[in-house]
């Protein structure tokens, strides 16, 4: 399996918090950058962020910043998003994909990444 799978969205309350998962195959994951997008309903994709290839550098978009946190575990080829103190603009698809290239630091470009997941739905109620 080539394309990874997101798991662990649901439904929560605002101000609660998830921690979202992407397990990848070791030839998709190893040595790639990852990233979380999400998509809001009736908006485009956009960017919530992303860690390089080791796990060393880490980039947020504005809007999560200090609430949301991306980790790996290279050993388990699985990506994590820690989503804290939720709110109901939060409420989105939320997507995870590999870079394209080895050894990347991570981007908010979507055109860097080649293998995007299915998508797991956040809801965040008032």
């Known amino acids: 399996q080539v394309q990874p799978v997101e798991s662990g969205g649901g439904l929560v309350q605002a101000g609660d918090s998830l921690r979202l998962s992407c397990a990848a195959s070791?030839?998709?994951?190893?040595?790639?950058?990852m990233g979380w997008f999400r998509q809001a309903p009736g908006k485009e994709r956009t960017f919530v962020a992303a860690?390089?290839?080791?796990?060393?550098?880490?980039t947020y978009a504005d809007s999560v910043r200090g609430r949301f946190t991306i980790s790996r575990d290279n050993d388990k080829n699985t990506v994590y998003l820690e989503l804290n103190s939720l709110n109901p603009a939060d409420t989105a698809v939320y997507y995870c994909?590999?870079?394209?290239?080895?050894w990347g630091l991570g981007t908010a470009g979507e055109t860097s990444y080649k293998y995007w997941g299915q998508g797991t739905q956040v809801t965040v109620s008032s």
């Open positions: 860690i390089s290839w080791n796990g060393g550098r880490t």
């Open positions: 070791r030839r998709t994951f190893s040595g790639h950058a």
């Open positions: 994909a590999a870079a394209a290239d080895l």
